[in-house]
Protein backbone atom coordinates (compact mmCIF):
# COMPACT_ATOMS: atom_id res chain seq x y z
CA UNK A 1 0.00 0.00 0.00
CA UNK A 2 1.43 3.58 -0.97
CA UNK A 3 0.29 6.22 1.15
CA UNK A 4 -0.16 9.90 0.66
CA UNK A 5 -1.30 11.95 3.97
CA UNK A 6 -2.13 15.57 4.07
CA UNK A 7 -2.81 17.79 7.03
CA UNK A 8 -3.48 21.12 8.16
CA UNK A 9 -4.22 22.54 11.40
CA UNK A 10 -7.61 20.62 12.72
CA UNK A 11 -5.53 17.45 13.01
CA UNK A 12 -3.93 19.40 16.10
CA UNK A 13 -6.70 21.25 17.10
CA UNK A 14 -7.84 18.30 19.75
CA UNK A 15 -4.47 19.05 20.91
CA UNK A 16 -5.46 22.60 21.89
CA UNK A 17 -3.53 24.09 18.98
CA UNK A 18 -6.22 27.11 17.49
CA UNK A 19 -6.56 26.42 14.21
CA UNK A 20 -5.97 29.62 11.87
CA UNK A 21 -9.36 30.29 10.51
CA UNK A 22 -11.92 28.57 13.29
CA UNK A 23 -12.54 31.04 15.77
CA UNK A 24 -10.31 30.25 18.50
CA UNK A 25 -7.53 31.43 15.39
CA UNK A 26 -8.08 34.75 16.48
CA UNK A 27 -4.92 36.60 19.08
CA UNK A 28 -5.55 39.69 20.50
CA UNK A 29 -8.49 40.07 18.38
CA UNK A 30 -5.92 39.81 15.36
CA UNK A 31 -5.99 37.98 12.78
CA UNK A 32 -3.25 35.54 12.23
CA UNK A 33 -3.74 35.51 8.08
CA UNK A 34 -2.49 39.02 8.74
CA UNK A 35 0.27 38.71 11.47
CA UNK A 36 1.68 35.51 8.82
CA UNK A 37 3.11 37.69 6.93
CA UNK A 38 6.35 39.32 5.55
CA UNK A 39 4.84 42.88 5.85
CA UNK A 40 3.38 42.41 9.55
CA UNK A 41 6.95 41.30 10.64
CA UNK A 42 8.43 44.61 8.55
CA UNK A 43 6.04 46.68 10.70
CA UNK A 44 6.08 44.93 14.16
CA UNK A 45 8.65 42.29 14.46
CA UNK A 46 8.30 42.53 18.57
CA UNK A 47 4.11 42.04 17.96
CA UNK A 48 5.00 38.87 15.45
CA UNK A 49 7.50 37.28 17.51
CA UNK A 50 5.13 37.47 20.53
CA UNK A 51 2.70 35.33 18.58
CA UNK A 52 5.03 32.83 17.88
CA UNK A 53 6.43 32.79 21.18
CA UNK A 54 3.07 31.95 22.34
CA UNK A 55 2.66 29.73 19.88
CA UNK A 56 5.50 27.85 20.78
CA UNK A 57 4.62 27.79 24.41
CA UNK A 58 1.33 26.62 23.73
CA UNK A 59 2.83 24.07 21.17
CA UNK A 60 5.48 22.69 23.86
CA UNK A 61 2.71 22.33 26.34
CA UNK A 62 -0.16 20.20 24.10
CA UNK A 63 0.40 16.39 23.51
CA UNK A 64 0.01 14.59 20.14
CA UNK A 65 -3.57 13.33 19.91
CA UNK A 66 -5.12 10.09 18.50
CA UNK A 67 -4.49 11.66 14.94
CA UNK A 68 -1.49 12.16 15.32
CA UNK A 69 -0.76 8.13 16.50
CA UNK A 70 -3.19 7.26 13.77
CA UNK A 71 -0.49 8.50 10.89
CA UNK A 72 2.41 7.55 12.73
CA UNK A 73 0.65 3.97 12.26
CA UNK A 74 -0.04 3.71 8.89
CA UNK A 75 3.27 4.80 8.20
CA UNK A 76 4.21 1.93 10.07
CA UNK A 77 2.41 -0.53 8.29
CA UNK A 78 2.22 1.30 4.92
CA UNK A 79 4.92 -0.12 1.87
CA UNK A 80 5.26 3.64 1.18
CA UNK A 81 4.21 6.35 2.87
CA UNK A 82 5.03 10.57 2.96
CA UNK A 83 3.20 12.81 5.05
CA UNK A 84 3.08 16.31 3.82
CA UNK A 85 1.65 18.35 7.03
CA UNK A 86 1.17 22.35 6.91
CA UNK A 87 1.88 22.66 10.61
CA UNK A 88 4.78 24.17 11.83
CA UNK A 89 4.10 22.10 15.44
CA UNK A 90 6.36 19.06 16.04
CA UNK A 91 3.34 17.00 16.96
CA UNK A 92 3.26 14.16 14.23
CA UNK A 93 7.20 14.47 15.35
CA UNK A 94 6.38 13.69 18.42
CA UNK A 95 3.80 11.27 17.87
CA UNK A 96 6.82 8.64 16.77
CA UNK A 97 6.38 9.94 12.67
CA UNK A 98 10.34 9.85 11.73
CA UNK A 99 11.43 13.04 9.79
CA UNK A 100 11.86 11.16 6.74
CA UNK A 101 8.40 10.43 6.17
CA UNK A 102 7.14 13.94 6.64
CA UNK A 103 7.72 16.93 4.89
CA UNK A 104 6.88 20.08 6.73
CA UNK A 105 5.99 22.49 3.67
CA UNK A 106 5.07 25.63 5.77
CA UNK A 107 8.59 25.00 7.38
CA UNK A 108 9.12 24.80 11.58
CA UNK A 109 8.32 27.18 14.72
CA UNK A 110 11.17 25.98 16.67
CA UNK A 111 13.60 26.86 13.91
CA UNK A 112 14.90 30.95 14.33
CA UNK A 113 16.25 31.96 10.95
CA UNK A 114 17.55 35.26 9.79
CA UNK A 115 15.51 37.29 7.46
CA UNK A 116 18.19 38.18 5.38
CA UNK A 117 20.69 35.10 4.76
CA UNK A 118 20.77 31.33 5.11
CA UNK A 119 21.77 31.13 9.16
CA UNK A 120 19.80 29.37 11.06
CA UNK A 121 19.56 27.40 14.65
CA UNK A 122 16.73 25.35 16.23
CA UNK A 123 15.22 26.89 18.61
CA UNK A 124 14.45 24.25 20.90
CA UNK A 125 17.71 21.82 20.52
CA UNK A 126 15.37 19.00 21.33
CA UNK A 127 14.93 19.74 24.81
CA UNK A 128 11.35 19.22 26.15
CA UNK A 129 11.90 22.24 27.43
CA UNK A 130 9.24 25.28 26.57
CA UNK A 131 11.69 26.73 24.45
CA UNK A 132 12.20 30.79 25.30
CA UNK A 133 13.35 33.22 23.05
CA UNK A 134 15.73 34.29 25.72
CA UNK A 135 17.69 30.65 24.88
CA UNK A 136 17.76 31.23 21.67
CA UNK A 137 18.98 34.58 21.56
CA UNK A 138 21.57 33.63 24.02
CA UNK A 139 23.29 31.57 21.34
CA UNK A 140 23.33 34.52 19.16
CA UNK A 141 24.74 38.02 19.41
CA UNK A 142 21.50 39.84 21.37
CA UNK A 143 20.53 43.48 21.45
CA UNK A 144 17.00 43.56 23.22
CA UNK A 145 14.60 46.08 22.33
CA UNK A 146 11.97 47.26 24.32
CA UNK A 147 11.28 44.44 27.10
CA UNK A 148 8.11 45.65 28.65
CA UNK A 149 5.82 42.79 29.76
CA UNK A 150 6.43 39.70 32.03
CA UNK A 151 6.71 37.47 29.07
CA UNK A 152 9.88 39.50 27.81
CA UNK A 153 10.63 39.13 24.01
CA UNK A 154 13.58 40.40 22.79
CA UNK A 155 14.58 40.93 19.25
CA UNK A 156 17.32 38.67 17.94
CA UNK A 157 20.01 39.54 14.99
CA UNK A 158 21.64 37.64 12.79
CA UNK A 159 25.66 36.63 13.93
CA UNK A 160 26.26 36.31 10.52
CA UNK A 161 24.68 39.65 9.12
CA UNK A 162 23.00 41.58 12.18
CA UNK A 163 19.30 41.42 10.18
CA UNK A 164 16.47 40.75 12.54
CA UNK A 165 16.19 36.92 12.93
CA UNK A 166 12.44 35.49 11.95
CA UNK A 167 10.21 31.98 12.81
CA UNK A 168 11.38 29.65 10.63
CA UNK A 169 8.35 29.35 9.05
CA UNK A 170 6.33 30.10 5.81
CA UNK A 171 4.30 33.52 5.35
CA UNK A 172 1.94 34.47 3.01
CA UNK A 173 3.23 35.30 -0.54
CA UNK A 174 6.58 33.20 0.44
CA UNK A 175 7.90 30.68 -1.30
CA UNK A 176 7.65 27.13 -0.54
CA UNK A 177 10.95 25.55 0.81
CA UNK A 178 12.49 24.54 -2.49
CA UNK A 179 13.97 21.25 -0.90
CA UNK A 180 10.84 20.25 0.98
CA UNK A 181 9.33 20.16 -2.76
CA UNK A 182 11.51 18.76 -4.49
CA UNK A 183 10.56 15.90 -1.77
CA UNK A 184 7.38 15.91 -2.52
CA UNK A 185 7.78 16.11 -6.26
CA UNK A 186 10.22 12.74 -5.76
CA UNK A 187 8.12 11.05 -4.23
CA UNK A 188 5.24 11.28 -6.49
CA UNK A 189 7.62 10.31 -9.24
CA UNK A 190 8.36 6.73 -8.01
CA UNK A 191 4.34 5.99 -8.37
CA UNK A 192 0.98 6.64 -7.79
CA UNK A 193 -0.80 6.23 -4.10
CA UNK A 194 -3.53 3.30 -3.39
CA UNK A 195 -4.79 5.99 -0.44
CA UNK A 196 -4.49 9.37 -0.30
CA UNK A 197 -6.15 10.53 3.13
CA UNK A 198 -6.31 14.94 3.53
CA UNK A 199 -7.27 15.63 7.19
CA UNK A 200 -8.13 18.81 9.13
CA UNK A 201 -7.81 21.32 6.56
CA UNK A 202 -9.50 24.05 4.58
CA UNK A 203 -7.39 23.28 1.12
CA UNK A 204 -7.12 27.17 0.56
CA UNK A 205 -4.07 26.39 -1.46
CA UNK A 206 -4.23 25.44 -4.75
CA UNK A 207 -1.03 23.21 -4.51
CA UNK A 208 -2.75 20.95 -1.83
CA UNK A 209 -5.40 20.13 -4.16
CA UNK A 210 -3.35 19.52 -6.82
CA UNK A 211 -0.68 17.23 -5.07
CA UNK A 212 -4.29 15.34 -3.46
CA UNK A 213 -5.50 14.74 -7.29
CA UNK A 214 -2.27 14.04 -8.68
CA UNK A 215 -1.20 11.33 -6.18
CA UNK A 216 -4.01 9.38 -6.07
CA UNK A 217 -3.82 6.31 -8.37
CA UNK A 218 -6.80 5.79 -10.98
CA UNK A 219 -8.56 3.22 -8.57
CA UNK A 220 -7.46 4.56 -5.56
CA UNK A 221 -9.24 6.34 -2.21
CA UNK A 222 -9.17 9.98 -1.88
CA UNK A 223 -10.09 10.33 1.46
CA UNK A 224 -11.28 13.91 3.31
CA UNK A 225 -11.43 14.17 6.73
CA UNK A 226 -12.57 17.51 8.12
CA UNK A 227 -16.54 18.19 10.12
CA UNK A 228 -16.46 20.70 7.75
CA UNK A 229 -16.96 21.07 3.35
CA UNK A 230 -13.71 22.18 1.50
CA UNK A 231 -12.88 22.92 -2.07
CA UNK A 232 -11.52 19.44 -2.15
CA UNK A 233 -14.61 17.66 -0.60
CA UNK A 234 -15.93 17.52 -4.45
CA UNK A 235 -12.82 15.32 -5.75
CA UNK A 236 -12.84 13.13 -2.67
CA UNK A 237 -14.09 9.40 -2.67
CA UNK A 238 -15.01 9.16 0.93
CA UNK A 239 -15.75 12.10 3.48
CA UNK A 240 -15.41 11.68 6.71
CA UNK A 241 -17.09 14.80 8.48
CA UNK A 242 -15.87 13.83 11.95
CA UNK A 243 -12.85 15.53 14.08
CA UNK A 244 -9.78 13.64 13.39
CA UNK A 245 -8.87 12.09 16.57
CA UNK A 246 -12.08 10.33 16.10
CA UNK A 247 -11.93 9.58 12.48
CA UNK A 248 -8.51 8.39 11.35
CA UNK A 249 -7.91 6.13 14.05
CA UNK A 250 -10.99 4.06 12.45
CA UNK A 251 -9.55 4.84 8.93
CA UNK A 252 -6.04 3.75 9.50
CA UNK A 253 -7.07 0.19 11.93
CA UNK A 254 -9.67 -0.35 8.55
CA UNK A 255 -6.50 0.07 6.56
CA UNK A 256 -4.07 -1.94 8.15
CA UNK A 257 -6.87 -4.54 8.44
CA UNK A 258 -7.69 -4.98 4.70
CA UNK A 259 -4.26 -4.87 2.86
P1 LIG B 1 -7.26 26.32 8.71
O1 LIG B 1 -7.35 26.99 10.04
O2 LIG B 1 -7.48 27.13 7.48
O3 LIG B 1 -8.33 25.16 8.64
C1 LIG B 1 -8.51 24.20 9.61
C2 LIG B 1 -9.43 23.14 9.04
O4 LIG B 1 -9.55 22.12 9.99
C3 LIG B 1 -10.85 23.62 8.73
O5 LIG B 1 -11.22 23.15 7.46
C4 LIG B 1 -11.70 22.98 9.83
O6 LIG B 1 -13.01 22.63 9.35
C5 LIG B 1 -10.90 21.74 10.12
N1 LIG B 1 -11.03 21.25 11.48
C6 LIG B 1 -11.26 21.92 12.63
N2 LIG B 1 -11.24 21.10 13.68
C7 LIG B 1 -11.00 19.86 13.18
C8 LIG B 1 -10.85 18.58 13.78
N3 LIG B 1 -10.93 18.41 15.08
N4 LIG B 1 -10.59 17.53 12.96
C9 LIG B 1 -10.49 17.68 11.62
N5 LIG B 1 -10.61 18.87 11.01
C10 LIG B 1 -10.86 19.95 11.78
O7 LIG B 1 -5.87 25.56 8.68
P2 LIG B 1 -5.06 25.01 7.44
O8 LIG B 1 -5.94 24.50 6.36
O9 LIG B 1 -4.02 24.12 7.98
O10 LIG B 1 -0.15 28.76 6.27
O11 LIG B 1 -4.38 26.32 6.94
C11 LIG B 1 -3.47 26.22 5.90
C12 LIG B 1 -2.43 27.25 6.03
O12 LIG B 1 -3.00 28.53 6.11
C13 LIG B 1 -1.58 27.18 7.28
O13 LIG B 1 -0.53 26.27 7.20
C14 LIG B 1 -1.06 28.55 7.35
C15 LIG B 1 -2.36 29.25 7.16
O14 LIG B 1 -2.33 30.51 6.90
C16 LIG B 1 0.79 29.69 6.32
O15 LIG B 1 1.01 30.33 7.34
C17 LIG B 1 1.56 29.84 5.06
Redesign the pocket.
Known amino acids: MRVLVI?????S??SGIP????KD?YWRNLD??KL?TPEAFARDPKLVWEWYSERRQRICNAQPNA?HAAIAKLARHADEFLLVT???DDLHARAGLPKEKMVQI?GDIFVTKCSRCDFSEEGRGGSPEPPTDRAVLQRGRLRSIAPTSEDIINLAYCPECDALMRPG????G?QLPWSELQRVENYFDRGPCDVVIV???????GY?IDWALQARAPHGELIE????E?PLSQFATQLVR????I?LPKIVDELVVSR
Not at 225 to 228: G, R
Open positions: TGAGVAETFRGGPAAAQNVHVVWFEAGTTATFIVNPETEPAAA
